[in-house]
T-cell receptor, first 115, second 114 residues
Framework: ETGVTQTPRHLVMGMTNKKSLKCEQHLGHNAMYWYKQSAKKPLELMFVYSLEERVENNSVPSRFSPECPNSSHLFLHLHTLQPEDSALYLC??????????????FGEGSRLTVL | GNSVTQMEGPVTLSEEAFLTINCTYTATGYPSLFWYVQYPGEGLQLLLKATKADDKGSNKGFEATYRKETTSFHLEKGSVQVSDSAVYFCALILYSGGYNKLIFGAGTRLAVHP
């Protein structure tokens, strides 16, 4: 496989469930990102990991918990979500310092519906 | 602060029409600028970019010129096709120690009909 792969592509969960979104990149990049895409809103940057260290956390509620066990994998753990959290969650990766090409490579997204 | 403003959509065109999607930005310094495209059911893909003033990015018949004096990066295509129907995002980049942070506009949906 190449590029950035996200699973699952679709997820429906109740407000009391615990689930996780997974992202895997096969590009040798060392920075990974979670973005939230809601209808009629700009893309919102949620978290950034660089060299497996969280370098940005944009006031995201604690019911979203990221995890980056290595430079190829990124998770978003979901717990006690609200209906307004329903959105498309996009993972991306890029080269890090010294490789400022500016290009982020995105996965196809995980469509989350919270009932 | 740093921000990107795009024209609101949807933009609806007939095949072979001329396309312009306006984008302006506010930023400290001189950021690199990008257009990303999102086809239905897919993630975002880089369409083109420009890294300094007066640079022109181009790809697949699309073009955009980095205009420092007007802080703009408008996307144009001379003759659109049905397959160009997608959402287009303008973005600027902030470089931080170790990673690139993209600031996106709200996106403009383009619908091209035969």
């Amino acid at each position: 496989e190449t590029g950035v792969t996200q699973t699952p592509r679709h997820l429906v969960m109740g407000m009391t469930n615990k689930k996780s979104l997974k992202c895997e990149q096969h590009l040798g990049h060392n920075a990974m990102y979670w973005y939230k895409q809601s209808a009629k809103k700009p893309l919102e940057l949620m978290f950034v990991y660089s060299l497996e260290e969280r370098v940005e956390n944009n006031s995201v509620p604690s019911r979203f918990s990221p995890e980056c066990p290595n430079s190829s994998h990124l998770f978003l753990h979901l717990h006690t979500l609200q209906p307004e959290d329903s959105a498309l969650y996009l993972c991306a990766s890029s080269q890090g310092a010294g490789q400022n090409t500016g290009e982020l490579f995105f996965g196809e997204g995980s469509r989350l519906t919270v009932l | 602060g740093n921000s990107v403003t795009q024209m609101e959509g949807p933009v609806t065109l007939s095949e072979e029409a001329f396309l312009t999607i306006n984008c302006t930005y506010t930023a400290t310094g001189y950021p690199s600028l990008f257009w990303y495209v999102q086809y239905p059911g897919e993630g975002l893909q880089l369409l083109l970019k420009a890294t300094k003033a007066d640079d022109k990015g181009s790809n697949k018949g699309f073009e955009a010129t980095y205009r420092k004096e007007t802080t703009s990066f408008h996307l144009e295509k001379g003759s659109v096709q049905v397959s160009d129907s997608a959402v287009y995002f303008c973005a600027l980049i902030l470089y931080s120690g170790g990673y690139n942070k993209l600031i996106f506009g709200a996106g403009t949906r383009l619908a091209v009909h035969p």
